[in-house]
């Protein structure tokens, strides 16, 4: 199995239903002559507790593997976006009752106070009856979320 594909399988320390490919953290996999491995990453946002646990996680994969020299490098530039989430990881994340995040905003983003926000539809019964309870939960990446129809709490990946 190549580099990448191994490096592809790393599951993301804070939602374990995705992997770094599916999160769209994964930047690049290049395998030197030598035998040598460099993986690229990108956190998805400034200051991202989870960035060492990936670096860890990548290592140890590709160690496991056979690959003896490992680095792993934080690229910043072009930021992370939640569209860079695949179409399978938003698929996995509503199937794990996590609704996946909107397209991202682009360009200048209004300043509103108490502002209108879209519907998140509920990743359980699909109603868009739904409420935000709290801007942030477990992760700052991910908001708390409930449905009016069905009663279930859920969280929600934020646009970035």
């Not at 400034?46 to 490098?73: F, K, N, Q």
């Not at 996946?100 to 998140?120: M, N, S």
């Amino acid at each position: 199995m190549s580099a990448r594909e191994i490096a592809e399988r790393v599951a993301d320390p804070e939602l374990p239903m995705l992997t770094l490919a599916d999160l769209g953290v994964l930047r690049d996999v290049a395998e030197a002559a030598d035998g040598s491995v460099t993986v690229a990453l990108t956190p998805t946002y400034s200051g991202c507790p989870a960035m060492a646990e990936m670096r860890a996680d990548v290592v140890r994969s590709l160690h496991a593997a056979g690959y003896a020299d490992v680095r792993v490098t934080t690229v910043l530039s072009p930021p992370w976006t939640s569209d860079w989430i695949t179409g399978e990881g938003r698929r996995k994340l509503a199937e794990y009752g996590v609704a996946p995040p909107g397209e991202a905003p682009r360009g200048p983003v209004p300043l509103t106070l108490g502002g209108v926000r879209r519907a998140v539809p509920c990743p359980r019964c699909g109603s868009r009856d739904t409420e935000e309870t709290s801007r942030f939960s477990s992760t700052a990446c991910k908001a708390l979320w409930r449905c009016r129809a069905c009663s279930e709490p859920f969280e929600q990946v934020k646009e970035i």
